[in-house]
């Protein structure tokens, strides 16, 4: 059971950076995919940005260029730097994890933090 516990989340003006904390509970190098996903209101679901167990990057197009995805696997933590931020960035951001293969946005992930709440406003 992996348990995932995410940080960082507040309040900025537009243009303005954040960072985005999660800890996870079981060694991140034994977990074959980690992401962050958010989810504003009235809204679905949408995925931010992953990385796999060979550090490989990947990231939503509306995210490409302002947002850093990272994990440090000594430190069982990954994190989200979040700069240039838009209104449109507002939401809730969930940091999750999948231990079976093949590492993707569109992939069902078993394991789900609580969330932090970001808010862009001006």
């Known amino acids: 059971q992996v348990q995932l516990v995410e940080s960082g989340g507040g309040s900025v003006q537009p243009g303005g950076s954040l960072r985005l904390s999660c800890a996870a509970t079981m060694y991140t190098n034994s977990l074959n995919c980690m992401a962050w996903f958010r989810q504003a209101p009235g809204k679905a679901r949408e995925g931010v940005a992953g990385i796999d167990s060979d550090g490989v990057t990947f990231y939503a197009h509306s995210v490409q260029g302002r947002f850093t995805i990272s994990k440090d696997n000594a430190k069982n933590s990954l994190w989200l730097q979040m700069n240039g931020l838009k209104l449109e960035d507002t939401a809730m951001y969930y940091c999750?994890?999948?231990?079976?293969?093949?590492?993707?946005?569109?992939?069902?992930?078993?394991?789900w933090g609580q969330g932090t709440q970001v808010t862009v406003s001006s």
């Open positions: 999750a994890a999948r231990t079976v293969p093949y590492c993707g946005l569109d992939r069902e992930f078993g394991y």
